[in-house]
């Protein structure tokens, strides 16, 4: 069983940064592809970015790419999602989410993924 926890959120103004970290309890966390997803008021949950167990492939969504970077460390049983030039629309509640599927491609539906966070709130202030 993997479990997940989320922290470094927070505020941020428009154009800072904030980095956050899922940490993962249990031996078979290195298996899995790990994602985060986000989800803001009155929004649907939508898919921010992936990495695969090895950390050797990353997909990101378009409205991120060039300014959130995924990465982990599995000795650490750890996760990042590095967060770059903030604007006011990345606000949302951020969760990690586990893919136990061991299957190679990176998925962003929220269905594939069977293992989630209790998330965590950023604000970004204009």
């Known amino acids: 069983q993997v479990q997940l926890v989320e922290s470094g959120g927070g505020l941020v103004q428009a154009g800072g940064s904030l980095r956050l970290s899922c940490a993962a309890s249990?031996?078979?966390?290195?298996?899995?592809?790990i994602a985060w997803f986000r989800q803001a008021p009155g929004k649907e949950r939508e898919f921010v970015a992936a990495?695969?167990?090895?950390?050797?492939?990353?997909y990101y969504a378009d409205i991120v790419k060039g300014r959130f970077t995924i990465s982990r460390d599995n000795a650490a049983n750890t996760v990042y999602l590095q967060m770059s030039s903030l604007k006011p629309e990345d606000a949302a509640v951020y969760y990690c989410?586990?893919?136990?599927?061991?299957?190679?491609?990176?998925?962003?539906?929220?269905?594939?993924?069977?293992?989630w966070g209790q998330g965590i709130q950023v604000t970004v202030s204009s």
């Open positions: 989410a586990a893919d136990r599927r061991l299957s190679s491609v990176l998925d962003a539906r929220p269905l594939a993924y069977d293992c």
């Open positions: 249990g031996r078979t966390f290195s298996n899995y592809a």
């Open positions: 990495i695969t167990w090895s950390g050797g492939n990353t």
